[in-house]
């Protein structure tokens, strides 16, 4: 039986099926409305239209206009419903803005909760969540949100799905499960586009390809890949998720340069020093290495606790 957290080959979205009878009932509305309002608009016997002829007009009137209603309140539902995710996101995307990672999460699973009987709703909310447990530095909790993201059945293999698959590795790679890592970088690689920015999704795999290199000790071969893809990084990259490149790149340079070279890798951490203390705890909880790292150069807040970091 093949482990849970190996990589599925995303469900097929079967395009909807055409129901001739469904046309039919279309075709039938659509005809009585072009006549109602046709009979509606046209001169009666006695003058005027039949509309203003006397009662009897008015439900044909009323049909059509509640007939031309019936899309527009349609539309406003499907797009008022995007709309009021959104607005009870807010609370939750600011708790991640400020960096209370716990709480976002809770808040997050509380909107995909109530969500749950609207698959591409929820599974914003779920990925959110995901995100937040791993800015946490709880990277096993991440992984099983943005597992359940990833196999979610009526989802396509782009959007929300690829973005998770990315998380992903991130996640493993972060936890230390390098082979899992590759495995879900490879997927992410591989699988068809579905970013709403190609440019963009090519940054995140950079920058994920960087992650995993430092992970598996290729330290020569991250710091020349960081070197090659640095003007993709910085031109596409957020700050929040340019922080982890900058610590990776000074890391790299500085576990390949002699003590007396140590100093290559100052842009790197300058740039680092401005953000608030134990920002980064997020990318050391279980590596030890980098940890060591960043409590040398003053970028650790060394005496909290995994998980209670983000409180």
């Not at 936890?175 to 590759?182: H, S, T």
Request: proline share 6%; net charge neutral; charged share 20%.
């Amino acid at each position: 039986m093949a482990e849970d957290w190996l990589p599925h080959e995303p469900p097929t979205i079967e395009p909807p099926k055409h129901s001739a009878v469904r046309t039919l009932i279309i075709w039938v509305v659509l005809i009585g409305f072009f006549i109602a309002l046709y009979w509606a608009m046209s001169p009666s016997e006695s003058g005027g239209h039949h509309a203003t002829a006397g009662y009897s007009g008015w439900w044909l009137v009323a049909a059509a206009v509640g007939g031309a209603l019936v899309p527009i309140v349609f539309m406003v539902y499907l797009f008022g419903g995007q709309a009021r995710l959104n607005a009870l996101q807010t609370p939750a995307l600011e708790a991640l803005a400020e960096r209370r990672y716990s709480r976002a999460a809770e808040l997050f699973g509380e909107l995909a909760r109530r969500y749950r009987a609207k698959p591409n709703h929820s599974a914003v909310a779920l990925y959110n969540r995901g995100y937040a447990l791993l800015r946490s530095g709880d990277s096993a909790a991440a992984a099983g949100v943005l597992l359940g993201v990833e196999r979610m059945p009526k989802l396509g293999p782009g959007g929300i799905r690829q973005v998770a698959v990315m998380q992903l590795a991130r996640a493993f790679a972060l936890g230390g499960d390098v082979e899992k890592a590759v495995l879900w970088l490879d997927v992410a690689r591989k699988r068809p586009g579905g970013m709403a920015d190609p440019v963009h999704g090519n940054a995140l795999i950079a920058a994920l390809e960087g992650l995993l290199m430092c992970r598996q000790g290729r330290v020569e071969e991250a710091t020349r890949h960081y070197q090659d893809c640095w003007s993709r990084l910085e031109a596409c990259l957020p700050v929040h998720q340019m922080e982890e490149v900058w610590l990776l790149r000074a890391f790299a340079i500085a576990s390949t340069s002699a003590p007396r070279d140590n100093a290559a890798a100052e842009p790197w951490l300058r740039m680092l020093r401005s953000t608030p203390p134990g920002a980064l705890d997020w990318l050391t909880v279980h590596w030890p290495e980098l940890a060591t790292f960043t409590i040398t150069h003053g970028l650790a807040v060394a005496v909290a606790a995994p998980h209670e970091r983000s409180a």
